[in-house]
């Protein structure tokens, strides 16, 4: 069969997508020097997501093609007041559960913890933790992390320690790997939002096709779906799913719209800035490491 470069044959489009990440809290008890939710503002204010929208987007079948979703976004999840019922609901459709935490409440939140396959508690630095972690106590953390050690290793739960790649991180990972490297894995990530810092860093735009549109959703807490983590704010709306069902919005306008628009390479703005092309490759990655370690 021959197709026209760079356009993807229509089989390459699943009826349903995966879902990637299931944001259940957009507010956050920090205020990290390298986060980006300024940039992303919402008209829509939805502190928390609801139980009642958790258990339709399950009832509606929107999970039937996901094998492992993480309960975050823009917020810190562990602030959901019923973030354990959420994972039990979750849970129950076989899916595997992951979670992103700043690491400020653990042990508030052990029972909860317990119940994940997989963590990620982000860290960044020991030597400046408190200048880039904003309201956030070292002290706290590493008591955190010692809480962490018995119940991931009583209940079989993968964890990263996560340090974002800022100035020195080279250091930091080898220090946070002598302290904790034979409890968890250590690993680093790109910083996705430098254009946003820094408008005078004029990063070229990928010329990879980002699969995103094709394969894969993240779900904000308002019910908002979007196309990955990274447009975290109302730039890519594809549907809401207190009023659609996920096999409704996948098969909508906007997102046909925003196939064609990365086909021409004609991106909106959050595209436009993106260097980081189909996200859902990383947390696929994650989900095999997961796997890995876990079996």
Not at 162 to 175: H, N, T
Not at 242 to 258: C, F, H, P, Y
Request: contains cysteine; neutral net charge; hydrophobic residues 35%.
């Amino acid at each position: 069969m021959i197709t026209k470069p760079n356009i993807l044959p229509t089989p390459i489009a699943p009826p349903l997508p995966e879902v990637y990440q299931i944001e259940v809290s957009s507010v956050c008890n920090f205020n990290c020097i390298m986060c980006p939710t300024q940039f992303f503002p919402r008209k829509d204010k939805t502190k928390f997501i609801s139980l009642d929208l958790v258990k339709k987007i399950i009832d509606q079948g929107d999970l039937d093609a996901s094998y492992f979703v993480e309960l975050q976004m823009s917020g810190e999840p562990l602030l959901h007041p019923n973030i354990e019922e959420i994972i039990d609901i979750v849970k129950s459709t076989g899916v595997l559960v992951g979670m992103s935490t700043n690491g400020s409440m653990i042990a508030k939140k052990l029972e909860a913890i317990a119940k994940l396959d997989y963590l990620t508690v982000s860290i960044d630095s020991l030597s400046e933790y408190e200048n880039i972690r904003k309201n956030g106590s070292k002290e706290i953390l590493l008591e955190n992390l010692e809480y962490l050690i018995g119940t991931a290793q009583k209940y079989n739960i993968v964890v990263d320690l996560q340090l974002v790649e800022l100035e020195g991180w080279e250091k930091e990972k080898e220090k946070i790997e002598k302290m904790y490297g034979f409890f968890f894995n250590v690993r680093s990530v790109p910083n996705c939002y430098l254009p946003y810092f820094f408008s005078e860093i004029n990063l070229p735009t990928s010329t990879e096709l980002c699969l995103n549109p094709w394969l894969s959703v993240s779900i904000a807490c308002n019910g908002n779906v979007t196309a990955c983590c990274i447009a975290q704010g109302d730039d890519i709306q594809l549907g809401n799913l207190k009023e659609q069902t996920l096999r409704e919005v996948w098969q909508g306008r906007e997102i046909r719209s925003l196939r064609k628009e990365h086909l021409r390479k004609d991106y909106r703005p959050v595209c436009a800035k993106c260097y980081m092309r189909s996200p859902f490759l990383f947390h696929w990655n994650l989900y095999l490491q997961s796997i890995k370690r876990r079996y």
